[in-house]
């Protein structure tokens, strides 16, 4: 369950945090499961809690043992404290007229902007699936790199790693995708700069 509540909060939470903000968490459909969080009269449902820890995790097993081990109880009850906080704080600055500020505002742009682009990555990943060849290949540069640094000795045999090598070759592959995805976004919605602003090297 530690892995799970790594992941919530230290990678997703911003994401999340930012979808609470936006009004996105909120589910778009009836649902008439129980309240767990009453939060200055706006719900936070059980369905939709389980909706919210499922886009958390990319593994649908992990997400299920977090919403159902009896150990992981007390991890559920910290996210469900920090999404109730979330909508909480969110509410108060709509309370205060803080999220009209304009400076705000730009902010909640560019932390939108990078949701939607991690949300496009991991999208795309989701379909990287390498060939048993691509893979062979990956393998073989890494091990011809470790020969290079003088570490041959104990490197296991392909087999032995095979089940590894998918998710190393997507990290490997993280860069390419980021470039794809932009030069697609620029296709789709061109962007014009200033030629006093734009950066050294651009088109």
Known sequence: MSKMTHRAGLIAMPALFLA???GCGKAAKPDSSRVIANIGGSKLTEAEFQDIVKSLS???K???AFLTDAAARNDRAQLAQRIAMSRAITTYAAQTGLDQDPSVKRQLEQQQANVYFQALMKK???GMNPTDEQLQA???ERVEALKAQGRAQGIPPFETVKSQLP???RQQHMQTLSD?????VKQKVPVTLADDYRPAGAE
């Open 20 to 22: 609470l903000a936006l």
């Open 180 to 184: 794809q995805i932009q030069n697609e």
């Open 124 to 126: 795309r990943m989701a």
């Open 58 to 60: 990319p593994d649908p």
């Open 167 to 169: 998710e190393l070759w």
């Open 138 to 140: 990956f393998y073989k």
């Open 62 to 64: 992990e997400a299920q």
